[in-house]
Structures are given as C-alpha cells and as structure tokens.
C-alpha cells in the first residue's frame, strides 16, 4: 500500500493519511484483516510526527474501517468494503468544499439533515 502526503495541502495530514487507506480499501487493494503499517514505522517513512499518523488511524476507527489493536496494531475490519470506503472518501470531499464555501461544523450538519429529509 502507498502513501503519499503533500505537505503543502491545506488538508490536514492525518486525513491525508486516512484518506490514503480509505482509497485502498475502495479500490479492493486493502481487504478486511489486513494489516495497516505500524504508526511508528509510516511516520518515519513520510517523515511526520506519530501522533499525525495516529490521528489518521483514529479516524479510520471512527468510520469503523479499522480497528485498533494492542499489540497487533491497525487491522482492516470485517466491516471495511469498497462501498463503505467510497461513502467515506465522497464525504470528505463533501465536507471539504462546504468549508471551502465558509460553512461552520453546524451549518454543514444542517444541509446533511436537510438532504436525508428530502429537502
């Protein structure tokens, strides 16, 4: 699996990272029970701090894509498919030009609500 980071991005690099696994396991090049790089090991590789590559495996977590396992590290969920991966990569790409547009955290939500309420 490769991973790339563009530190110039106004998007920060964890969710560049996230980003990076969400479109491995939408192209099917990452399957359920894989595992993800050790954080340690990524970071020195792309040359950021741990903690940036933990924020991006915490919020593949969130998404329920990963899972995050003493000892074992990041593993793929069972729950992880292409489908699911796509959701997650059309979302940010949702959210990223409503903040674009100067929409608040709030005033996102609202036109997600307004959406699943047909509206």
């Known amino acids: ?20 696994v969400r479109g491995a396991i939408a192209d099917g090049s990452v399957r359920a029970g894989e ?10 590789s792309l040359g950021v701090n741990v903690h940036t590559v933990l924020r ?6 969130e998404e329920g894509l990963i899972e995050l396992r003493r000892g074992r590290g990041a593993v793929v969920t069972g729950a992880a498919s292409p489908a699911r991966a796509r959701l997650g990569e059309t979302t940010e790409r949702l959210i990223s030009e409503a903040r674009d547009l100067g929409l608040t955290d709030d005033e996102i939500v609202r036109v997600v609500r307004l959406g699943l ?3």
């Open 1 to 20: 699996m490769l991973f790339r980071v563009d530190p110039g991005s106004s998007v920060p690099l964890g969710d560049q990272i996230a980003a990076s």
């Open 35 to 44: 595992r993800l790089p050790a954080a340690r090991a990524l970071a020195a």
């Open 56 to 61: 991006g495996y915490q919020r593949l977590k």
């Open 117 to 119: 309420d047909g509206g």
